[in-house]
């Protein structure tokens, strides 16, 4: 297992997810409204985020799947500069 120092991006992700939800119940729980328009207004934030947070895995394998692919054509080119650099030197001593 590596040694890393500090958090990884998916826990920072959930802390800030957490932080922001946590932070919009205060808010409401703090201003002045009924107990039902609180409770109502809690829900909505509920199901917002619900319907936001559903949409983030599908959005975080898209955006893996692009860096992927050009973390994959980026190594391709530079290989094959390198690969004909070589042959280019070889031909050159030879």
């Known amino acids: 297992m590596s040694e890393r120092e500090g958090l990884s991006t998916g826990q920072v992700f959930?802390?800030?997810?957490?932080g922001a939800a946590l932070g919009s119940v205060?808010?409401?729980?703090?201003?002045?409204?009924s107990g039902r328009e609180a409770r109502d207004k809690i829900m909505g934030a509920v199901r917002t985020t619900r319907d936001e947070v559903t949409r983030i895995p599908p959005a975080l394998r898209d955006a893996?799947?692009?860096a992927s692919e050009v973390a994959k054509q980026a190594f391709l080119e530079t290989y094959h500069k390198e690969t004909a650099k070589k042959e280019k030197e070889k031909k050159s001593a030879g």
């Open 14 to 18: 959930v802390a800030f997810l957490s």
């Open 26 to 33: 205060i808010t409401l729980l703090t201003t002045p409204t």
């Open 64 to 66: 893996y799947t692009q």
